[in-house]
């Protein structure tokens, strides 16, 4: 059932070579020497790999095993994508109630990242919707109830608890599978934090342009977007990187292009558009194996969440990443909501940024400029794209770190199901 395997995480920066199972069956699962699990492998960094050791792949456990019409509780496997999820429901009335910027995410690794979505400033984080967990943990089925403190340490918990089998998720109604959008410019980085706090509507997203300096510092589009019903819209096209790109694809001449014929295409006085939900929520998954865009040696992404107050320091990195020609044109800026499910959870109430890096000596080094002014205005990393922290700096972002600490103790002694990046930050030890 072992088979020795190369494979990495999204940003491709950070690879691993081991043993990896698939198993189809629970009774195939509860065979296997206990081991971390992973599903599609979308966290960007290290947090789905275990170099020299053993993995579980989950991909194959994809079920629905059932749904309340009624309730609109859902139960699935963990390998079930989001997308696929959304897609099944929508037309029926029924939306997940917090979806990722992919729809490949699967149903364990949104518990396991505890993942936020456009709607975070009002619905909270994945787990504040999970109603139950099972688990698999030593070769025993264990379930973990919402206010336990093994469901705290799951949500959140980097797969250090067991391996995520399944999970009743509470699904958000919704009008249709179409999505009405308003989006409008933001001209600089104080237009762009006021139109998203002034934000009223039930999913809103900053793009922003991470090119832009001086007067145009921060400018970008922000999309606020409505469920809608009976809306006739054309399905998105896909296409496929065949290869991975040459190093100059993502020049700065070429992003600062990109990035400006795409702030251009909303007109000035805004619009109204309609989507479908897949184009709004995973708009770069029409785009297949789009991480190839940045050649052989990968990205790196830098997420961070800081509080309310602290606008002005993100406004600083901003200006620091623009400076530097070093962004690619995938950048993001949200507001965030008070709500998070688990101890290790990322969300704080504030803004987050998120930007790309191509894998270069000097993006890296930028990074790590951007941790320190994160750390320093009070915020947090976020474990599902990080690969390049410093543990002492990113275990003080996380105040109830030894909450789950003492859970991931109790239940995994042996420290079966620790990852590359658990030992990289040194999560796991006091």
């Known amino acids: 059932m072992w088979k020795e395997t190369d494979y990495a995480g ?15 069956r629970p009774a195939d699962l509860g065979a296997l020497e206990a081991a971390p699990a992973f599903g599609m492998r979308r966290s960007y960094g290290d947090a789905p790999l275990n170099d020299g050791g053993r993995m579980v792949d989950m991909t194959r456990f994809d079920r629905m095993r059932g749904f309340d019409a009624e309730t609109g509780v859902l139960h699935v496997e963990a390998g079930a994508r989001i997308g696929e999820i959304a897609e099944a429901f929508a037309a029926r009335g029924w939306l997940p109630a917090v979806m990722p910027g992919t729809g490949f995410a699967t149903v364990g690794g949104c518990i396991a ?3 936020h979505g456009k709607n975070h400033h009002h619905a909270g984080s994945f787990g504040a919707h999970v109603l139950e967990i099972t688990l698999i943990q030593n070769g025993a089925e264990v379930t973990a109830l919402p206010g336990t403190p093994l469901f705290r340490a799951t ?6 608890t067991g391996v995520i ?41 900053g793009w922003i342009d991470a090119t832009a300096t001086g007067a145009h510092l921060g400018r970008g589009i922000v999309e606020e977007g409505e469920s809608a019903a009976g809306l006739v819209h054309k399905r998105a096209l896909t296409a496929r990187v065949p290869m991975d790109a040459p190093h ?19 007109p000035a006085r805004g619009r109204t558009v309609v989507k479908p939900i897949g184009e709004f929520f995973f708009p770069l998954d029409k785009i297949h194996d789009w991480n190839r865009l940045y050649g052989k040696r990968g990205f790196h992404q830098f997420q961070c969440v800081v509080p ?23 950048a993001v ?20 940024l998120a930007v790309d890096f191509p894998n270069r000596p000097a993006a890296r080094d930028l990074i790590r400029d951007l941790e320190l002014a994160a750390a320093d205005a009070g915020g947090r990393l976020y474990f599902a794209k990080d690969a390049l922290a410093e543990g002492a700096r990113i275990r003080a972002m996380y105040p109830e770190l030894s909450d789950w600490q003492a859970v991931v103790a109790e239940v995994d002694p042996d420290r079966n199901y620790e990852t ?9 030890s006091a």
């Open 10 to 24: 999204w940003g491709r920066a950070k690879r691993a070579h081991g043993d990896v199972a698939r198993p189809e």
């Open 165 to 205: 089998v399944a999970a009743k998720l509470q699904m958000k109604p919704c009008k249709g599978d179409a999505m009405m959008v308003i989006e409008r410019r933001a001209r600089n980085w104080d237009e762009h934090v006021a139109f998203l706090d002034a934000s009223t509507a039930s999913y809103t997203v």
């Open 248 to 266: 100059f694809a993502l020049s700065a001449p070429i992003v600062h292009a990109f990035n400006w014929a795409y702030y251009s295409r909303v």
């Open 113 to 115: 990242q505890d993942v």
């Open 333 to 352: 800026l949200k507001r965030m909501g008070p709500g998070r499910a688990g101890y290790l959870s990322f969300p704080m109430e504030g803004y987050t």
């Open 308 to 330: 309310l107050d602290q606008a002005p320091a993100l406004r600083e990195m901003v200006e620091a990443i623009a400076t530097s020609g070093l962004a690619s044109p995938l």
């Open 420 to 428: 590359d990046l658990v030992r990289r930050l040194s999560l796991r």
């Open 155 to 160: 949500v959140g918990g980097l797969g250090q």
